[in-house]
């Protein structure tokens, strides 16, 4: 169980003086895979033995010794698998459809150190979540297996063509262009793949189609990532992608991160569309089929965001708890209820899209970016354009506050509601949409802006966002959370704050 990260399984892969000794040993792996087929077979109704299951992996140096492992286990149970190779996560919830197979499995940690690695699982009905998990490694804890049966095999596939295949009709048919399979003659598009899994973007999807990809990056596989993070919140990682498309005078960047499940993007300016500028982008692009239709975000958006949601592209926005699997797990829920709700997105990067099974997909969003670039193109505008009715805040910051009980969670959320109580008696304003930690607002004067504490996931941490539209509001405000912290700091390292 401790390898549970949220929805993932994560662990060290290879010993570092850092992290110690490998987590992600090959029998960890082997019955962590044994497990999956006794949890498919609960509630797939599936025996083992005609399981159809597929593989992939992004570029870590641990993915093939743990791919190994994985066939290892697999093929005694009499599993037919279909080795993808290396290929996007989301990639391989399409494989489900498109192979098609009962069930997946990717390795990846996202964008976590080269040190690291970990296992997603997919069924048709979407990835496994936190509970599926919970019970797939109590499984693998008491030893649980299917039983040996002859029969099993282990073959190629090339599903990662198939994709990339699927990607380019969306475009050709997406922009409707004249010349119908070289649709992006004329476009300069760079991407950033950080040595990941990304780099079948610019050379399988944007090159066949007529892109020019010149100045693109770290297309090439890299497990040990020597250039950057690949992770479009990072700073730096944004400075190379968005560097790559002023040196090369490109229409558009992209950047992914290692598995290509989220993805960022760089205007013809060099300036970064990502988090909030994001969020706003893929709302416009989503709303335009669903108009008035409801877009899930997580906790930390801004305020000019739901403005811009709602006032200038007439939708309705609804904030929800940190994690992509929450607000997509949210999206599904409000439209079960009759809600349009065409997007999850989270200002890390991941979107879903309903009308992609609404799973996030780094690729699957830059090809409906793409698509809109073409098509404003045609009337004489900009992606930038569209974002002109988005007001940003003048200041941001992330503070990180260390819970030092071994209770870390009760001590976490007694803070919470101490400093809702505070919040109350000194009349501040709680948001009224609140729907993780507490986020209080302030008006002109007092820091023109506001905060949100909340407990970390899956960490002992207080993260505290603050946001002000005036220069010198962060820390007017983080002055007022200073001194509630000061006098409840036990238990607490307060000295980010």
């Not at 992914?256 to 993805?263: G, H, K, N």
């Not at 008035?292 to 592209?313: F, P, Q, R």
């Not at 023109?448 to 603050?466: A, E, T």
Request: glycine letters at 10%; one cysteine or more; proline letters at 5%.
């Amino acid at each position: 169980m401790y390898l549970k990260s949220g929805t993932d399984v994560r662990g060290t892969a290879l010993e570092t003086p850092e992290d110690g000794p490998v987590q992600l040993t090959d029998d960890a792996v082997a019955d962590i895979a044994r497990a999956f087929l006794v949890w498919c077979e609960r509630h797939m109704d599936i025996p083992a033995n005609q399981l159809k299951l597929a593989v992939g992996r992004d570029s870590r140096l641990s993915g093939p010794r743990i791919a190994a492992a994985l066939k290892e286990a697999l093929l005694p149970c009499g599993v037919t698998c279909y080795d993808c190779g290396l290929a996007s996560t989301p990639s391989m919830f399409m494989a489900v459809l498109d192979i098609p197979c009962d069930c997946a499995i990717q390795i990846t940690a996202s964008h976590h150190p080269f040190h690291r690695n970990g296992l997603k699982f997919f069924t048709k009905d979407g990835g496994l979540d936190s509970p599926d998990l919970t019970e797939l490694l109590s499984l693998a804890e008491e030893g649980s297996c299917p039983g040996r049966s002859p029969g099993g095999s282990w073959q190629e596939s090339d599903h990662m063509e198939r994709y990339a295949a699927h990607l380019r009709e969306l475009i050709e048919k997406g922009v409707n262009a004249p010349d119908y399979h070289r649709p992006l003659s004329g476009f300069h598009i760079t991407v950033d793949a950080g040595n990941g899994a990304g780099g079948f973007y610019a050379e399988k999807v944007l090159a066949p189609l007529g892109a020019d990809i010149s100045g693109s990056r770290f297309l090439e596989p890299d497990g040990r990532f020597p250039n950057h993070i690949p992770n479009p919140e990072n700073e730096e990682a944004m400075g190379f992608a968005a560097r790559a498309v002023t040196e090369s005078g490109a229409d558009l960047g992209i950047i992914f991160d290692t598995d290509v499940d989220r993805a960022g993007v760089v205007d013809r300016h060099g300036r970064e569309i990502n988090r909030n500028r994001l969020v706003a982008l893929a709302s416009a692009i989503a709303l335009e089929d669903s108009p008035g239709g409801t877009v899930v975000t997580d906790s930390i958006t801004s305020d000019g965001l739901k403005e811009y949601i709602e006032d200038a592209l007439g939708g309705k926005h609804h904030r929800f708890r940190r994690g992509y699997k929450n607000v997509i797990n949210e999206a599904l829920r409000l439209n079960k209820e009759g809600v349009d709700c065409p997007l999850a997105i989270e200002t890390s990067g991941h979107a879903a899209l309903r009308e992609n099974y609404f799973l996030d997909d780094g690729a699957y969003l830059v090809t409906k970016i793409i698509v809109k670039l073409v098509k404003l193109r045609r009337e004489g505008g900009e992606l930038e354009d569209m974002l002109s009715g988005l007001r940003e805040p003048a200041e941001t910051l992330e503070v990180r506050i260390p819970i030092l009980e071994n209770d870390f969670r009760a001590r976490g959320q007694e803070l919470i509601q101490s400093l809702e109580a505070c919040a109350i008696a000194k009349g501040w304003r709680i948001a009224p949409d609140n729907r993780e930690g507490l986020r209080v607002s302030f008006p002109k004067g007092e820091g023109q802006g506001w905060f949100l504490v909340r407990l970390s996931v899956h960490d002992p941490i207080l993260p505290v966002n603050l946001e002000s539209d005036a220069v010198g509001g962060v820390e007017t405000i983080r002055g007022k959370l200073r001194e509630f912290f000061r006098e409840n700091s036990l238990g607490l390292d307060i000295s980010a704050l």
